[in-house]
């Protein structure tokens, strides 16, 4: 069965601390693994997608990496609008389009 | 800016009504939309699957009878929720797939309470 574990479930971060969301999944046959931003009140806003493992991207304070088993979503000097969850998913190769999300990790970033 | 719109953002229903909510692709065609449900604290479920030009496909354990999917053309998806009930409240979430990877944009959400 296709499963998306994503860890710490809550994280408090002082503004410009470093740290990372983990990513564990489980699916037969990937064919991309996501990750979300989401807000209180609203949808997901998309960040990135990784394809194969080794593959990294990055954007502003945020890096995604990929393993054949697991994705870390790194946050370099984090500010407090980062504060937000992040939501991890993949896709399956004989299921294109449908997304299994993991449950989360509530960042909060003080100042 | 937004690719997939929703509407209404909120609606208050009273029990055993039936609330239809909206998803739009903004500038682009899509044959295939998601719907998900999302409760308070926790992650998004994906309810079903809405084909342009066929009937939907739902997740196991979602009353097709109930939540009522009609992909009524390229840039448009409805659901229906009938009958509403109290436990139907919930945060309702439709996306999109775009691009050549086909990657999901999700779009703002409608958030329901049923009374």
């Known amino acids: 069965e296709d499963q998306v574990t994503q860890s710490p479930e809550a994280l408090r971060l002082q503004e410009g601390e470093s740290s990372s969301l983990n990513c564990s999944y489980t699916?037969?046959?990937?064919?991309?693994l996501f990750w979300y931003r989401q807000d209180p009140g609203k949808g997901p806003e998309f960040l990135f997608t990784?394809?194969?493992a080794g593959e990294e991207k990055e954007k502003e304070r945020l890096k995604a990496t990929l393993t054949k088993k697991e994705s870390f979503l790194h946050i370099t000097a984090p500010k407090p609008e980062d504060s937000a969850t992040y939501l991890c998913?993949?896709?399956?190769?004989?299921?294109?389009?449908?997304?299994?999300f993991g449950q989360g990790t509530t960042l909060q970033v003080k100042p | 800016g937004a690719v997939v719109s929703q509407h209404p953002s909120r609606v208050i229903c009273k029990s055993g009504t039936s609330v239809k909510i909206e998803c739009r692709s903004l500038?682009?065609?899509?044959?295939?939309m998601f719907w998900y449900r999302q409760f308070p604290k926790q992650s998004l479920m994906l309810m079903a699957t809405?084909?342009?030009?066929?009937?939907?496909?739902?997740e196991q354990g979602v009353e097709k009878d109930k939540f009522l999917i009609n992909h009524a053309s390229l840039t448009l998806s409805t659901l229906t929720v009938t009958s509403a009930h109290p436990e139907d409240s919930s945060f309702y979430i439709c996306?999109?797939?775009?691009?050549?990877?086909?990657?999901?944009?999700f779009g703002p959400g409608t958030r329901l309470t049923v009374t």
């Open positions: 996306s999109a797939p775009r691009g050549v990877d086909l990657e999901q944009y």
């Open positions: 699916v037969s046959g990937l064919r991309g």
């Open positions: 990784l394809y194969s």
């Open positions: 998913a993949v896709q399956a190769t004989r299921n294109t389009g449908k997304l299994i």
């Open positions: 500038d682009f065609q899509a044959t295939t």
């Open positions: 809405s084909n342009e030009g066929s009937k939907a496909t739902y």
